[in-house]
């Protein structure tokens, strides 16, 4: 999860948040604002993960801007826990696929994994190809849901709730 509204969202619902980021600049501006949260808040586990300068990166980004770098440090920020450590995991920053695929293999029995924009149609194949490996151990829901500070009415939302064992 990148820093950003979910963070402080979550912050009055969880006991940890662990909230990795790629961009230095919004981390920055970020980091003060969830380190400011009141009493009774949880504070995030803030990490950031710098891009690295990539020729055709493994680990890319579906944004122009960041097609000549490599999110690897990003994407596997999450193999520093160890597996079913997470209830929630949220995916809403840059190379999505690759983080969606990470966080199915992170996530407790009856956890859930929340892919934001799951509408996107650069993510349509690989989030089939991920669902049709991991429909043995997963349930799929998709729902639409209101976009703040976007000019549609919604995008879609897709989690993944681990089965229980």
Known sequence: MGHGGATVFWS???????SVEHDT?????????????????????????????????AYA??????????????VKAIDDFPTAYFDLVVVDG?????CLRKSVERVAPGGVVLLDNSDYARYQ??????????QQ????QDFLS????????GSQITIFTRKAM
């Not at 009055?12 to 662990?18: H, L």
């Not at 840059?94 to 690759?98: D, K, L, Q, T, V």
């Not at 194949?125 to 991991?134: K, Q, V």
């Open 94 to 98: 840059r190379a999505r696929m690759a």
């Open 137 to 140: 151990t997963f349930e799929r």
């Open 25 to 57: 600049e919004w981390f920055g501006l970020a980091s003060k604002a969830i380190t400011a949260l009141g009493e009774g808040q949880t504070q995030p586990t803030l990490k950031l993960c710098v891009p690295d300068p990539a020729e055709a990166p």
């Open 125 to 134: 194949a690989e989030l089939e190809r991920i669902w049709a490996e991991y």
């Open 146 to 153: 209101p976009t703040p500070f976007a000019a549609n009415i």
């Open 12 to 18: 009055t619902r969880v006991r940890e948040i662990i």
């Open 61 to 74: 980004s579906g944004r122009q801007e960041y097609s000549a770098q490599s999110l690897e440090t990003y």
